[in-house]
């Protein structure tokens, strides 16, 4: 979208300097004093333009050396008056020194990365001494390492609509008059002095002469301050820290005449192909006319802000005409005057669907003003009424402004105060209708109620009628019950009677096969209890005997056999035909138990054996084999492995001697000669004790 002639309820931004007219003489006062001043105070009544004069007028002018600052408050909103959707870290309000500093970081883009200044050696990671301060001495400090002029950045704090500082807690208030007096008055806050005495302590090099000097230099700042001049009363809470806050000011008055028509004529004439409309003239009748509607007939200077919503909408009836000549807004071509700025506000609204307005009214009415005072609130709060298309166009037609937040995400306020009133009167339309429709509810809710209780009075007499009727049936009925009662009384002794009878039968009945199942029960636990300790002293008997015995599992075994014992309380069995009693059980369990171990031995004596024999460590591994003989284990193969051993051995080491000997090389020759006879000798000598 391009830029349009007139903004309509916005402010003029940096980007609408060129057509920014009838200011002149404004904007080379309020240059004057920013230059020459450090503090300014520019006020008016609102609706007069201060946003625009800054942005569009001052700003752009001053030397390149100034590093402009715009920075925006915004109204506190309360945290009791907070939808619970929005109550959480990502929704919740800057404070003010936070919006000094996420602006300061637009300006200086290395402020959060850069991390190699004399300043973060000495401050580090600790919060309380990030002050206001800080941030620009930081900021002062990566400016001189990175120009190659010798020009001083001037720092330009830009604080618009500043009287909504006051709607934050003191305590933030506070905070920010503490630390914005230190960041323009002090060289060198108390806190860092004290650092730099301790760290002078134990690092001379660190603090030498030209770094104090750097420390010490003063940051250059010049701050305005825009407020409406309703407010300026609540700069006393300031001049405790700020004194001069209102030594030097400049009050921006409303357009004259002649101002408004500059305003008027000249950003119709632009040939910048960049607007969106073609260029276009105004008859003088309907310049003439325009100054007289806004003026009141001459009576009154002309507000800035509603001259650009009137000529915001005649540039949309510029744009309408049609024709090969040159387009000439004439006096009859003029809007209506009289609620132009309602009508410019049902006008936005009727550019959404139908079934959305009231969402749109109800979100603009009800939350975006708040004790006669826009305030900005974030998307996520907006989308519970519109969606991001509904909101877009209201934003394109200058009712609502959105500002990308520090959260990434876009914050929407009614374009300028200018349009609250008018707004709040179409609120008060809609709660006067609201009201009339309750009123009318509330007879026709009267009325129901009337008709309703005289229903309810016909219905009590018909019930009183009805309930006389059912009180003499009542009785006749009871007297027949109490005798049906009697019959049934002396019916129901002698089936109870019977009932009791039958009972006892039947419960002598089931008792006797009740110990019938316990008998045969406890001969199948007897059963399966013996027959559990057969196949497990069996299994038992089976691993203990094998070949190559598994005492583990034949250990599992007998003591579940044994275990078996304890169930039956009896201490023999007879099992292949010999009489087992729990002495027995508990002697083979203790075998089992002592072969344990051995056999372990003996299997970790094979695995060393296997490792020497691997390395050719013939002696070693001769050893082990003799250890596993002795533990009477698998003798054959034992014996078999140690004749394998002796041959495989016997041919390393000819074959060495014979190597060695080719070589040449006599002495590992006449070496291995030896160790061949030794191991020759040792085997012959296991063998014959064996």
């Keep these: 979208m391009g830029l349009r002639r007139y903004p309509g309820a916005t402010p003029f931004s940096r980007r609408q300097a060129n057509i920014f007219y009838g200011r002149d003489k404004d904007i080379d006062k309020l240059l004057t004093l920013i230059q020459v001043e450090k503090k300014v105070l520019l006020y008016s009544k609102s609706g007069l333009g201060k946003t625009s004069l800054l942005e569009a007028g001052v700003l752009p002018k001053l030397p390149k050396n100034y590093a402009k600052i715009s920075i925006r408050l915004f109204a506190y909103k309360p945290e009791a008056e907070t939808p619970p959707e929005a109550k959480n870290a990502a929704l919740k309000s800057e404070t003010p020194l936070e919006r000094v500093v996420n602006a300061l970081k637009t300006v200086v883009n290395d402020l959060d990365t850069r991390n190699d200044t004399i300043l973060d050696q000495i401050v580090g990671n600790n919060e309380p001494d990030k002050t206001l301060w800080y941030y620009f001495k930081k900021a002062q400090l990566l400016a001189s390492k990175s120009e190659d002029d010798d020009s001083e950045n001037i720092f330009t704090l830009v604080f618009d609509q500043f009287e909504e500082l006051f709607s934050y807690p003191k305590k933030d208030i506070d905070d920010f008059k503490t630390q914005l007096y230190e960041l323009t008055e002090l060289k060198l806050p108390d806190r860092i002095a004290a650092l730099i005495a301790e760290g002078r302590q134990t690092d001379r090099e660190l603090f030498n002469r030209e770094n104090l000097g750097v420390l010490h230099k003063k940051i250059e700042i010049k701050t305005v301050f825009a407020i409406r001049s309703d407010r300026l009363s609540l700069l006393n809470k300031l001049s405790d820290k700020l004194p001069d806050i209102q030594n030097t000011f400049y009050e921006l008055l409303p357009l004259t005449y002649e101002q408004a028509q500059q305003a008027i004529e000249n950003p119709a004439r632009d040939n910048d192909p960049g607007f969106d409309t073609p260029p276009f003239t105004f008859h003088q009748k309907a310049i003439d006319k325009i100054i007289k509607e806004l003026s009141d007939g001459k009576t009154e200077n002309i507000e800035t802000t509603q001259l650009q919503i009137v000529c915001h909408r005649i540039e949309e009836i510029a744009a309408a005409k049609t024709g090969d000549g040159p387009r000439q807004i004439e006096e009859e071509d003029l809007p209506e005057f009289k609620n132009i700025f309602l009508n410019f506000y049902y006008d936005s609204l009727n550019r959404l669907q139908e079934e959305n307005r009231d969402n749109a009214k109800r979100l603009i009415e009800d939350e975006l003003i708040t004790n006669h005072q826009r305030i900005s609130l974030d998307e996520e709060i907006c989308k519970k009424r519109l969606d991001d298309q509904e909101l877009l166009v209201l934003v394109n037609t200058h009712l609502l402004r959105s500002e990308q937040n520090t959260f990434g995400r876009f914050s929407y306020e009614i374009s300028h105060d200018t349009l609250v009133e008018p707004i709040l009167e179409s609120q008060k339309k809609y709660l006067d209708e609201q009201e009339k429709i309750k009123l009318e509810n509330k007879q026709k809710e009267e009325l129901r109620k009337l008709r309703e209780q005289q229903e309810e009075e016909a219905r009590e007499r018909e019930e009183e009628l009805r309930l006389i009727r059912i009180e003499q049936e ?137 490792n020497s024999e691997k390395r050719r460590e013939y002696l070693e591994a001769m050893n082990f084999l003799n250890d596993a003989l002795d533990l009477g284990y698998d003798n054959t193969n034992v014996q078999k492995k140690k004749d394998e051993l002796r041959k495989q051995a016997m041919k390393v080491y000819k074959k060495d001697i014979t190597d060695f000997g080719e070589m040449g090389d006599e002495t590992m020759r006449d070496k291995t000669t030896i160790k061949m006879n030794i191991f020759e000798k040792a085997y012959n000598y296991k063998k014959t004790v064996k």
Excluded: W
């Design 474 to 610: 009542r009785k006749e009925i009871e007297r027949q019950r109490e005798i049906k009662l009697q019959r049934k009384i002396f019916l129901a002794g002698t089936i109870v009677l019977v009932f009791l009878s039958a009972f006892l039968i039947y419960a002598l009945r089931q008792k006797s096969l009740a110990d019938e199942r316990k008998i045969v029960a406890e001969e199948n636990f007897n059963n399966f209890v013996l027959s559990e300790f057969d196949r497990n002293f069996r299994g038992g008997e089976t691993y203990k005997n094998k070949e190559y015995p598994d005492y583990e599992e034949a250990l599992k075994r007998y003591q579940v056999a044994r275990t078996m014992f304890d169930k039956l309380n009896k201490y023999e069995l007879k099992v292949d035909n010999r009489i087992i009693d729990t002495l027995h059980v508990n002697l083979l369990i203790d075998t089992c138990k002592n072969n344990i171990p051995k056999k372990n031995k003996h299997e970790e004596l094979m695995r060393q054996f296997e």
